[in-house]
């Protein structure tokens, strides 16, 4: 029998991940290593840090409790190395392995250094395709390219049709493929929401928790309460907990956001997919139950079998597709800072208060705070792609490069030009004032447009678009308003710039 090294990374924490198939209980050694290269290539939120080495220590002992041998490296083991490649080289040197088995991981940078592992370590290294997700790379690859338009709609629907989600025949439940439009309900404040599931941390985490506390002190975000679940078990209870009572009103109020209200009808299950606690096929398997027990309806049940067989495959998609040109795309050429306060949320700007310290807080924020309150101020202020992209990687939970690059550079800053999205989703404040209730509790007026009361989304909302003028005013879902700029007089042109850069400079 060939003896085999399985090195398992940190969101690689699957039992029927590829590299560990065929694994044999009596010759193979499974690798897992905590690593200071990976905890601070972006300087991660200590939430997040303390969820993965929480996750990868429970997902070792279990394999462990199943007779598995795991070579576990803690943070501070000090004679191994602080990157995956030196820890591999350590232990092939320790285990003298017939040869090493990885799955592909999701993040370019270290795809890119792992086809070098096998000169590095002597062994030949096999790279296993991760088929955790639905569509493969491949199959991918060959939709887009023989795409005119390869928009996630069309993707969505073909991923209807070959997984059967939602199908009646080969027809879609309902008689529509899409139940977007009914899921845009603003959500009044006398609406009963869920509690989320959370849990008590137990002795593993709690050594974690002192861990981060000690080495990653300077990192942004609160360590503490810490009640994620951090293993598949809970991540399992979680799932339950959030069909049982959140999912039967999921579609109605997605696109909502109430004050000081930081989960709402969200499922929170993103952290526990991307880290492979979850798979998205047994989600979306008790989704579709949940739908044909008349548990939830159907709009509920098609909101969310979207946001993963649609956009979670299909951002990945785009991701390895793209990639490595993709990181450099900056459309309309911003060349901005990102503001202090997104890290310390102090700004008298309500809905960016709210996201900010709820984020710093529990490194969560739904997908609207994250597309049309952060995302759009940064576009609306012409920050730089790449310093937005650091910050989404860096501040949530379930932030790996695959998931969050085309969600930041391509959906919400336009910076890939209109290959992921077909418009900008620049809004002013009035988008805001009808999805949420932040503006009641701010100091700055919603309802006007100039002057130092004026919401600030509103001038720079056109600052945005007379400065990027000559990237948008062809597309034709904007027509709208640049007939509206058309009409604008020459003084209210320049008191709209005049208010942008005064509130610019003013950052
Ligand atoms: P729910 O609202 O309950 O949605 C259910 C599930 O659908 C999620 O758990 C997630 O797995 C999937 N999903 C929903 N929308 C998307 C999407 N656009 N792309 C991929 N999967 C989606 N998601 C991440 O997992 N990691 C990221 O780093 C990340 N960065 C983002 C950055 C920006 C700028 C934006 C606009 C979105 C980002 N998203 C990211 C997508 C989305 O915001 C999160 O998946 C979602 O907020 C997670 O919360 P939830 O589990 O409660 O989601
Ligand atoms: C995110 C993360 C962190 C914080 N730490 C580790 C680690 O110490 N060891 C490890 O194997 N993986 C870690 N990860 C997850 C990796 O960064 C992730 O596997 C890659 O980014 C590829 O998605
Ligand atoms: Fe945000 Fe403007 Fe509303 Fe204030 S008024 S919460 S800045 S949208």
Not at 311 to 325: A, K, Q, S
Not at 462 to 473: G, P, S
Request: hydrophobic letters at 40%; a neutral charge.
């Amino acid at each position: 029998m060939l003896k085999t090294l399985r090195f398992i990374l940190g969101d690689q924490l699957s039992r029927e991940l590829a590299s560990l198939r065929d694994i044999d209980a009596g010759t193979d050694v499974v690798l897992m290593a905590e690593v200071m290269d990976e905890a601070t290539y972006v300087r991660h939120h200590k939430k997040k840090i303390a969820f993965v080495f929480s996750a990868m220590r429970h997902f070792a002992t279990e394999l462990q409790d199943r007779g598995y041998q795991v070579d576990y490296r803690r943070l501070d083991d000090r004679q191994y190395g602080k990157s995956l490649r030196a820890t591999l080289v350590q232990a092939v040197k320790r285990h003298r392995p017939d040869r090493v088995v990885v799955t592909e991981p999701g993040e370019w940078r270290l795809l890119t250094d792992m086809r070098d592992w096998q000169s590095a370590c002597g062994r030949p290294v096999e790279i296993r395709d991760d088929d955790r997700f639905l569509c493969a790379r491949k199959q991918f690859n060959d939709w887009f390219d023989a795409q005119k338009q390869p928009r996630m709609e069309y993707f969505y629907r073909q991923m209807r049709r070959q997984t059967g989600y939602l199908m009646v025949a080969d027809k879609p439940a309902g008689g529509r493929w899409n139940f977007d439009t009914e899921n845009r309900n603003p959500l009044k404040d006398n609406v009963e929401l869920p509690a989320i599931k959370q849990f008590r941390p137990d002795a593993i985490t709690a050594d974690v928790l002192t861990l981060v506390d000690e080495r990653f002190a300077d990192h942004f975000g609160e360590l503490t309460p810490f009640r994620f679940a951090v293993t598949r078990s809970q991540a399992l209870a979680v799932l339950r907990h959030f069909i049982a009572n959140a999912l039967p009103r999921f579609g109605d109020y997605q696109d909502a956001m109430l004050q000081d209200e930081r989960f709402l009808f969200h499922s929170i299950l993103s952290l526990y997919l991307n880290i492979g606690l979850l798979t998205p096929r047994e989600v979306c398997d008790r989704v579709e139950n949940a739908y044909q027990s008349g548990h939830v309806p159907l709009n509920c049940a098609e909101g969310f079998i979207r946001q993963i067989i649609g956009w979670r495959e299909y951002v990945r998609g785009i991701y390895f597709h793209e990639m490595p040109d993709y990181a450099d795309n900056n459309y309309f050429s911003a060349q901005g800072k990102l503001p202090v306060f997104y890290w310390t949320g102090e700004t008298d700007m309500n809905c960016l208060h709210q996201v900010i310290s709820q984020t710093r807080d529990e490194a969560y924020a739904h997908h609207i705070q994250r597309l049309m309150i952060t995302g759009n101020f940064a576009m609306l202020a012409g920050v730089a792609p790449g310093e937005i992209h650091d910050w989404y990687l860096r501040v949530y939970a379930d932030a790996y490069e695959w998931v969050e690059l085309p969600n930041t550079l391509g959906m919400s800053q336009f910076a890939d030009g209109g290959l992921l999205g077909s418009k900008p989703y620049a809004a002013g404040g009035n988008y805001i004032n009808k999805m949420s209730n932040y503006c009641q509790h701010c100091r700055y007026k919603v309802s006007a447009k100039s002057g130092p009361d004026a919401c600030p989304f509103n001038y720079l909302y056109w600052d945005f678009l007379i400065r990027n003028r000559d990237q948008l005013e062809h597309n034709r879902r904007l027509a709208f308003p640049y007939k509206h700029l058309a009409r604008m007089s020459e003084e209210r042109i320049a008191q709209i710039h005049r208010d942008s850069r005064r509130f610019l400079q003013s950052l």
